[in-house]
T-cell receptor
């Protein structure tokens, strides 16, 4: 039972353009969502989060959008930079419990 | 802030031996730490939740006698893979939640690559 899904295993974007990574979830109890970035053979790095009481949170080049009715969230990176190339995981939790991760999307930024 | 370290970063061992992995929160106190494993090109799979001073809570399908977890202090949790076998070879990652600051952000260690021959 995959409660958090990232349906795109990979995404390729040109440098300077916007990268949009998507994530869907099934559990309506989730009340907190996070995005992590991961390089090979390293631990994930926290990027940005959003509470279910909000529909948008912005931090520099990163913006996360939450659509509760569609049970969908997305991460926008603009402008995309070569250093953004990594695997991005979305994660969800409820009541400060454990995180449930999606399968990850490999983002490649092309020069 | 919010730095989590793991030691060792990689280890190669013979089948049947035990391996201990340490996870430390360096600049914050973590009442809760988590242990994950990741197979190549797959997501992070939660193995267990470790609470300081109490027994760990294991996810379904994870053998608690195989993966011993100790969380003796607010800054240290250890995972011991007992009688390791080649199928235990994986990338093990710990995370810690700041008891005071975070809502639910988990800060991850750099991971430990275990190879069992």
């Amino acid at each position: 039972d995959q409660q958090v899904k990232q349906n795109s295993p990979s995404l390729s974007v040109q440098e300077g353009r916007i990268s949009i990574l998507n994530c869907d979830y099934t559990n309506s109890m989730f009340d907190y969502f996070l995005w992590y970035k991961k390089y090979p053979a390293e631990g994930p790095t926290f990027l940005i989060s959003i509470s279910s009481i909000k529909d948008k949170n912005e931090d520099g080049r990163f913006t996360v959008f939450l659509n509760k009715s569609a049970k969908h969230l997305s991460l926008h990176i603009v402008p995309s930079q070569p250093g953004d190339s990594a695997v991005y995981f979305c994660a969800a939790s409820w009541g400060a419990q454990k995180l449930v991760f999606g399968q990850g999307t490999r983002l490649t930024i092309n020069p | 802030g919010a730095v989590v370290s793991q030691h060792p970063s990689w280890v190669i061992c013979k089948s049947g031996t035990s391996v201990k992995i340490e996870c430390r929160s360096l600049d914050f106190q973590a009442t809760t730490m988590f242990w994950y494993r990741q197979f190549p090109k797959q997501s992070l799979m939660l193995m267990a939740t470790s609470n300081e001073g109490s027994k760990a809570t294991y996810e379904q399908g994870v053998e608690k006698d195989k993966f011993l977890i100790n969380h003796a202090s607010l800054t240290l949790s250890t995972l011991t893979v007992t009688s390791a076998h080649p199928e235990d070879s994986s990338f093990y990652i710990c995370s810690a939640r700041d008891s005071v600051l975070s809502h639910n952000e988990q800060f991850f260690g750099p991971g430990t690559r275990l190879t069992v021959l």
